[in-house]
């Protein structure tokens, strides 16, 4: 099964794995499934450290790239299409510029999102699988 994660799916299956949902800690952890991450996620990660709403311990936002990459994870670049696009996706109750065009990319390329954000559970009407 091919997947996208959500930063915050991310950054605790780096640091406190013991806050996946089961069912997505199942997916994450079972080798014949691809794992896709955002690279919107490693924009979000910088800039919320940097404007300081992140806290990192012992590690700078330029590592997780290469931390994804030790976890097997892809990168999923945004196209042109899907940032052009991108004012086509509903505005819902999610307002994070981020998580909307995580959710975006999601929908475009047709892959669930396993992440415990509630407020991406709106946008199953617009074919939306989510996974936690």
């Given at each position: 099964?091919?997947?996208?994660?959500?930063?915050?799916?991310f950054?605790?299956?780096?640091s406190?794995?013991?806050?996946?949902?089961?069912?997505a800690?199942?997916?994450?952890?079972?080798?014949n499934?691809?794992?896709?991450?955002?690279?919107?996620?490693?924009w979000?990660i910088?800039?919320?450290?940097a404007v300081?709403?992140?806290?990192?311990?012992?590690v700078?936002?330029?590592?997780?790239?290469?931390?994804?990459?030790q976890?097997?994870?892809e990168?999923l670049?945004?196209s042109?299409?899907?940032a052009?696009?991108?004012?086509?996706?509903?505005?819902?109750?999610?307002?994070?510029?981020?998580?909307?065009l995580?959710?975006?990319?999601?929908?475009?390329?047709?892959?669930?999102i396993?992440s415990k954000d509630?407020?991406?559970?709106?946008?199953?009407?617009l074919g939306l699988?989510v996974?936690?």
């Amino acid at each position: 099964m091919n997947s996208l994660i959500d930063t915050h799916t991310f950054l605790w299956s780096v640091s406190d794995p013991d806050r996946l949902g089961k069912k997505a800690r199942t997916v994450l952890e079972d080798p014949n499934n691809s794992i896709w991450i955002s690279v919107v996620s490693f924009w979000e990660i910088s800039l919320k450290h940097a404007v300081g709403k992140l806290d990192l311990v012992n590690v700078l936002p330029e590592a997780f790239p290469d931390i994804a990459k030790q976890m097997q994870f892809e990168v999923l670049n945004l196209s042109a299409l899907e940032a052009a696009t991108f004012y086509k996706l509903p505005k819902m109750s999610h307002k994070d510029p981020f998580d909307r065009l995580i959710i975006w990319q999601a929908i475009q390329q047709k892959l669930p999102i396993i992440s415990k954000d509630k407020q991406v559970i709106a946008y199953k009407e617009l074919g939306l699988k989510v996974i936690w």
